[in-house]
């Protein structure tokens, strides 16, 4: 994209509450909650749109959470039942019990919709094989390696290849469990470099909340078949204005990845999306410059949230993305 | 003569969905829906005959929070539990710390079987160090060991309500094994262990302690426990243990259940060689990482392999 400071959703939105009261209702038919679904993500579609991003999706409207859809969709798993996330949050985890294997391409029916209704560029949301892997218990194979590499191999990359073929321009992989085990970097490396093998399409890779700041990712990042990494940044900085270090210390690893002669695209994690409260637009503007003031090419800099928005409200989730590509003009307007 | 092994699952366990969905809603009987909860687990520990019973810690949300309530402590951000994908809350110590009797008042001690041997657990000092943020004491030193002198008056207020074996929970210790300074570390845990009237053993989980096993040996606790899933047995045969020795063989990060006879062949062979003082067979870590039903399929297998297990 030949744009200074592109602007982009990383994924889910809080899904409407007209919709969840809907789709939990025994007595309406699957046909007509279909439909409900349909009008959600055009709502989504086309609210989006009217922010003014250049890159979008649906909100993820369709399902259920990142790790669970996808799995039940995917041979060889069994779900175990609810594991604890933090306090009161669960999370259903499922057992890997035989080899991994791809059933139908469970993203098609989303993805043609959100197509034949934008106008955007469409980015589909693909939950990574590392991750999967990493949130799953394994019984069968004998090391992790194996597994996410099987995962990588016979689900992720035939499901992107199926996307390509019906269009999907760009796809990113999400792999919140990227930098969890510092000491597996290799093998997520190599899982992405599988997913990518002949898939004709931007793949980007999201990765988010593992931990060590992705100190643990530079040394790999150029050995990664990925045209950009979007990253989380936002929540540990601060809401100074400015583009010193100091003013910008949420986005220090950036200097690492240059360091390391990354060339790739960053997607520029510019507000927190576990706080409600908005990142005035300047803000914004400065995180983006200071970026750019490091890569120097402000077209490597895409403008996204650190992560996807459901869990904050619908209006404040909107009104971040507003934020979001307010402060992408006022960051172009700057270097003009 | 043979000796055998006790057995203990120490630490959070997981809720059962009922429970869970409760928690969700918020249902107003949920303190006593807790305390059901409790017994039955307790029950499932009985029924699986480990030799230590304990409180499955179902209201601990995590191994800090009860902490939460001294004086000078305050909740801090989410963070990540090591490489697992639960999460705790930081603590923030601001200002002096005492120990107020909070790991026993955080358990219901009560509802434990009077003719039965009573464990507990709570943080080693070094890893309630490691993991919580300290914003009044000076330097390191002066935290660790002030977090010690509150733990022992924790674990000597236990030891006074017949609970019979403390285990002080180290995962930092075994996660940070390369880095450690264990000569601060031993001085600390040796002040909790210091005039407790209580066994009280080290448990090392989530990183291999092979490379330091042998300094681990010289700090004056009862014992040491070891998660096998990250240290394997063969690194450890070698050495003679004088003191107590727990073997966490039962993976509470995985579903699969462990072959009873071929664990109990292969702890049996271990313990023959080390030769410890005594020795337990516990779960590798907390419970709390598998879903429940797989829970009370683990404590059975626990149970099974103790008492399979026989040793010179």
Redesign the interface.
């Known amino acids: 994209m030949n744009k200074s400071f592109p602007t982009q959703e990383i994924g889910s939105l809080k899904k409407p509450e007209w919709l969840l009261e809907l789709v939990k209702n025994e007595g309406i038919s699957e046909e007509d909650k279909s439909k409900a679904r349909n009008d959600a993500a055009y709502l989504n579609i086309k609210t989006l749109e009217d922010i003014g991003l250049d890159i979008i999706y649906d909100g993820e409207v369709r399902r259920v959470e990142m790790y669970e859809y996808p799995v039940r969709y995917i041979e060889g798993f069994k779900f175990a039942g609810l594991v604890r996330s933090w306090d009161n949050k669960y999370y259903k985890k499922a057992r890997c019990v035989s080899r991994v294997s791809y059933r139908t391409d469970f993203h098609l029916d989303e993805f043609l919709f959100v197509k034949k209704n934008s106008n955007r560029i469409v980015k589909v949301p693909v939950t990574g094989p590392y991750t999967l892997a990493d949130w799953s218990y394994n019984e069968y194979y004998n090391n992790k390696e194996e597994f996410v590499i099987d995962l990588a191999r016979n689900v992720v990359r035939p499901l992107m290849m199926d996307l390509v073929k019906h269009g999907a321009q760009v796809i990113q992989i999400d792999e919140p469990a990227a930098t969890t085990h510092p000491a597996e970097m290799r093998i997520f490396t190599e899982a992405i470099n599988e997913c990518a093998k002949g898939i004709d399409a931007k793949i980007t890779v999201h990765a988010c909340y593992s931990g060590n700041d992705y100190q643990a990712l530079v040394p790999y990042a150029n050995e990664i078949n990925t045209a950009q990494f979007a990253l989380e940044f936002a929540n540990r900085d601060t809401w100074q204005l400015g583009t010193t270090d100091d003013e910008r210390k949420g986005y220090s690893v950036l200097k690492a990845l240059k360091e390391y002669g990354f060339k790739g695209e960053i997607g520029l994690g510019v507000v927190d999306v576990h706080v409600d409260e908005l990142e005035p637009p300047e803000l914004v503007r400065d995180r983006l410059l200071y970026a750019a003031k490091i890569f120097g090419d402000p077209t490597k800099i895409y403008a996204n949230p650190d992560c996807g928005l459901r869990t904050r409200t619908r209006n404040i989730a909107f009104e971040k993305l507003r934020r979001v590509v307010q402060g992408a003009q006022l960051a172009r307007e700057a270097l003009k | 003569m043979h000796k055998l092994a006790k057995t203990h699952a120490l630490g959070i366990y997981?809720?059962s969905?009922k429970l869970?969905e409760a928690?969700?809603k918020n249902d107003r009987k949920l303190p006593q829906l807790f305390q059901m909860e409790k017994k039955k687990l307790i029950r499932e520990q009985r029924k699986a005959k480990l030799t230590y019973l304990c409180d499955p810690l179902l209201d601990w949300?995590?191994m800090f929070r009860p902490f939460s309530n001294l004086k000078n402590v305050s909740l801090g951000a989410?963070n990540?539990f090591f490489?697992t994908?639960?999460?705790?809350?930081k603590l923030i110590i601001n200002g002096e710390i005492n120990g107020s009797n909070i790991v026993k008042s955080h358990l219901t001690l009560s509802m434990l079987p009077k003719n039965k041997e009573i464990a507990a657990c709570m943080p080693d000092p070094y890893t309630f160090a490691d993991l919580n943020e300290n914003k009044y004491y000076k330097d390191f030193a002066d935290y660790l060991l002030a977090i010690a002198d509150m733990l022992k008056h924790e674990a000597q207020t236990l030891a006074k309500s017949k609970v019979k074996f403390i285990q002080l929970n180290a995962p930092s210790i075994a996660y940070n094994s390369d880095k450690i300074d264990i000569g601060i570390v031993k001085d600390a845990i040796e002040r909790v262990k210091d005039g407790v009237k209580a066994k009280v053993y080290l448990h090392l989980y989530f990183g291999d302690i092979s490379k330091i096993f042998s300094k681990l040996l010289d700090i004056k606790v009862d014992g040491l426990s070891i998660d096998l899933s990250y240290t394997t047995l063969n690194s450890l045969l070698d050495y003679r243990v004088d003191n107590g020795l727990c073997l966490g063989v039962i993976n509470a990060t995985?579903?699969?259940l462990e072959d009873v006879k071929e664990t109990a062949k292969i702890v049996s062979n271990a313990l023959d060689r080390m030769n410890p003082r005594e020795a337990y067979i516990s779960t590798t870590c907390d419970l709390?990482?598998?879903?429940?039903?797989?829970a009370i399929k683990k404590l059975s297998k626990l149970g099974a392999i103790g008492r399979s297990v026989k040793y010179e």
């Open positions: 997981p809720r969905p869970i928690t969700r949300n995590d989410l990540r490489e994908n639960t999460f705790y809350r995985n579903t699969k709390e990482f598998l879903p429940y039903e797989f």
